[in-house]
């Protein structure tokens, strides 16, 4: 704003002179509350509004010192300051509690001016002050507010970040700065770049959309390299732009608060309880294969000799029909019908396959949780396990629990040959590979290996390398070739590798199960 260098005070820039009573009418009728004093703050003039607010009239205050409005809790050191100031000839402008006439307090916005005299002394003060203690109070509860959420924030159990669109953490709390400590900087963007891998296009509309995202299991590698599970959720929150820019049109901003719960525990005992449940149902599949192969090998040890009498009954039956009358004949005919019925009962005893529904089955996943159910094994026979799963899609159609119990039994068969050898090299290697029609898995073990004339043999029930001493009977790789056939599959032994011993196991993708290579 120019001013005109000539131009008396209470003249304006065309020159015209403003009327000394209308300074001071507009004095007298400002709404805030106006007062003139001497340089000792004795008041001399007092507006309309200083009246309204503070609740003495004309007459009550004039002559009296400013003081008079002094509810006396306002620190000392505030007046001292507020007249050091003034008397320094520079406005002052702070916050003092007054109180009116009735006794009832208010805080005042003061400011106070010195008036300085044609000779450069100070002649008077003006004040101005206004009542702000609803401003004031209305502050103090937004930072009440502030300070409780911020409390409640800080003691909550799950950990709470809010970002900015641009993924900036502007506030945070106790429990996710731990998780800073754990995973490094900044766990908010990791996890919601977890999300968004794990989502895909849901995630990019709903982010785009500020929809909020309910929560969802998403896993990330500690520090230590630990697998760490959180339970994540989404929400968004609209700011009001506060600018004076913004004040007649206004403009909002976007905050993502992401609320993350550790979950690691949670998912290591589900996990447990699963390797458990699944130990339960390869158990109770061992303990029905144990009885199986038991009456399946009584039935046959007592086939043998059951034919050698058949074939003694016909030799009879036959002299009976030259005519010699052998008593005997009809006795063993009828011996042989029970013994006949009997082994049927056997026969009929013998368990039925567990009859599983055929459903989706990762083979990397099977094959891993039956690498967690040997752990114990392999640890105490002092293995060393290479384990490849395939890097493509290794889901078949089939019985999870069936291809659990066939690699079980390759993985045993594999640990008891190492043990066997007692060699410098004790290794086991699994790589599992996807081809272009069907899974190829290799369990090759640093044992004795098999001989060369014994590759197709050791498929057939009751063959067994082990001898009879040992409580082996021979059908374990029976019942692992039964399982592969069941899928449609091949199993073999490399006759390739004589570095101990390889088996192969091809299982085909079933069509309409989707895989990728
Ligand atoms: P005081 O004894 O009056 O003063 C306390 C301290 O202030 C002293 O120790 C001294 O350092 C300083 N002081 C006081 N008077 C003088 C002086 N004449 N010269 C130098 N230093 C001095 N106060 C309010 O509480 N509310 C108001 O709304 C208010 N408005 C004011 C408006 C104007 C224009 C002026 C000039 C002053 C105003 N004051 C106001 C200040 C007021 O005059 C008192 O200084 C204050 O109220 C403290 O009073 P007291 O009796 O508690 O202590």
Known sequence: MSKHPAAPNNTTDTGEALPSHLFRKAVEQAALAISITDARANILYANGAFQRITGYGQEEVIGHNESVLSYRVTPKLVYETLWAQIQRQRPWNGLLVNKRKDGSRYLADVTITPVVGEEGNTTHYLGMHRDVTEVHRLERQVQNQKTLIESVVDAAQVAIVLLDEQERVLLDNQEYKKLIGDLGKEPAVKLLAALRAQMGDAFTKAYDKHRNIAAREVSIDSRNRSTRWFSCAVSWFEEHAVGADAFYEPAHRHYLLLTIQDISELKRQQEALRINSLHALLSEQERIQGLRETLAGAVYQLEGPLNMLSAVANMMERRRDAGS???????????????????????????????????????????????????????GAGIVVDWTPASGSAVISGHPAELSNLFKQLISNAIEAVNERRGAQRELRITCTSRADHIEIFVEDSGPGIAEELRYKVFQPF??????????????????????????????IDPAYHAGCRVRVQLPFAAGVSHAQ
């Open 325 to 379: 009358d052998l008593p005997a004949a009809s006795a063993l005919e009828e011996a042989m019908q029970k013994s006949r019925e009997v082994l049927e009962t056997l026969r009929a005893c013998i368990p039925d396959h567990n009859n599983e529904a055929m459903q989706s089955v990762d083979i990397n996943e099977v094959l891993a949780d039956v690498l967690k159910l040997t752990t114990a094994n392999l640890l």
């Open 463 to 492: 063959f067994t390398t082990k001898g009879a001493s040992k409580k082996h009977l021979g059908l374990g790789l029976a019942m692992a070739q039964e399982i592969v056939t069941g899928h449609n599959g091949t199993i073999d």
